[in-house]
């Protein structure tokens, strides 16, 4: 009489097979791990740059004293937008001393805080009312406040601005790779 070992087990085709699968899920995750970090990255730079402005209003409504005196002409926020390399990497958050004309002048504005962009993002358009522009000064005047968004030339300002965020080396034409934060003269701040 024959006695047969049913001892479970695995063939070497088996544990191939199942090797060669959890490789290929690795790598797949390993591919999409790099393009969601960008994504994340894009969402929390978009996040704190709307965060900032509202930090420069807040500023302006509260009459907030910086180095003892409250500015005349509020608080704002000066961004630059540079496509291409070197990367623009930070804005500016300043406290405006002149009244007159609702831009950052570093010769004579207080410098609050220069702001870094995450890795791997940059600041790829600014948008005043359509057009394209170099740069934008975004200033609060107290009590109210009033808004101003003037470009780089000056000016009586634009009604609404846009500062577009984009992965670096992405296409900034497809809606997944940038991020847009709208201001406009009623001081509503949206990320999109």
């Known amino acids: ?95 405006n001393r002149d009244s007159d004309n609702h831009q950052y002048n570093s010769g004579s504005d207080y410098l609050i805080d220069t702001i870094p962009i995450e890795e791997g993002i940059t600041v790829a358009d600014i948008k005043l009312d359509g057009s394209s522009k170099s740069k934008i000064n975004i200033s609060f005047i107290p009590p109210d406040p009033q808004v101003w968004i003037i470009p780089p030339e000056g000016g009586l300002g634009s009604s609404v601005g846009e500062i577009i965020l984009c992965i670096i080396g992405a296409d900034c034409t497809v809606p997944t790779n940038i991020k847009t934060i709208t201001v406009n003269r009623a001081g509503l701040i949206e990320i999109e």
């Open 1 to 95: 009489m024959k006695q047969f070992n049913n001892v479970g087990g695995f063939t070497l085709v088996e544990i191939l097979v199942s090797i060669f699968i959890i490789i290929l899920m690795s790598g797949i995750i390993f591919a999409n791990y790099r393009q969601g970090g960008q994504q994340f990255a894009l969402q929390r730079s978009a996040n704190k740059l709307a965060q900032d402005i509202r930090r420069a209003q807040q500023m302006a409504m509260s009459a907030e004293e910086y180095s003892g005196e409250v500015p005349v002409g509020g608080y704002g926020i000066y961004v630059e937008a540079n496509p291409n390399p070197p990367y623009e990497k930070e804005y500016i958050l300043f406290g």
